[in-house]
């Protein structure tokens, strides 16, 4: 065989292989469906982690940028899939994406059922009302015969699901999006929130806002990237590139723009 032709059919076992480089970095080489292509669910509408900007159109918030910055290590680009909550986990499954990264927490039950990479963030429970309120409850604990809202099948859902069972009586008021529990929380037809630390934090930072934090749990929940079970080609690429966000410090530079705070060194510690 002549050189020529060698290297023509060493170059398309290459491609075939998916391991050409392209602007020195690695393509996919059949770890997502769509190649070249970081396919992503995600239930935009949980501020500041994923939302859309002002435009009504771009995504936005720390899961979007962890992102985007997860698929450049890959070689990829990122594109997202905006999916309601209630069916994200079954949307992997089916293969609508590649994987979720949507404020996903580690659990045992979920971990059963799918592919999930090392955390990324830390997360606790919280507990807001409005400022001023007349409420004196300072702790989930304390809301008896009140109203409470909270995202439904989330883990706020399951803490206060485990409360009821403890025999707290309490009207429950369960949204798709934990943006819809603040709005009736500020327009006084819920008593109290109970979401995750990460969401809350972001609602107390403007210096109007009308909400303040009472009460937050310890921080027992991390967050990490959920896949379909078994995907363990891509899980370990993306624990690579997630390991590899922590040491170039970018995973911290996200945090800061998003929190104005490190809250993502504890979890690799």
Known sequence: ????????????????????????????????????????????????????????????????????????????????VDTAWDGIFAGVNTGKYDCIISSVTITDERTAAHNFTKPYIGNAQSMVLLKGSSIKARSPEELEGLGVAYQAETTSDIYMSQLAEKGLKFTPYEYDKVMNCFDELKLN????????????????????????IVWQGPAEETFGICLKKGNDALTQALDKALDELFADGTMLRISQNTFKMDLVSGVRK
Do not use: H, N
Not at 3 to 16: C, N, P, Q, Y
């Open 1 to 80: 065989m002549k050189l020529r032709a060698v290297v023509l059919v060493m170059f398309a076992m290459l491609v075939s292989a998916g391991i050409v480089f392209a602007g020195g970095q690695r393509q996919s080489g059949g770890l997502t469906m769509e190649k070249g292509v970081l396919t992503v669910g995600m239930e935009i509408g949980y501020p500041p982690m994923e939302y859309l900007a002002e435009d009504g159109k771009t995504p936005i918030g720390f899961d979007v940028e962890m992102a985007k910055a997860l698929a450049a290590k890959l070689g990829l680009e990122v594109k997202f």
């Open 189 to 212: 037809r819920v008593d109290a929130i109970v979401c995750d630390s990460l969401v809350s934090v972001d609602y107390i930072a403007p210096a109007d806002s009308p909400f303040e």
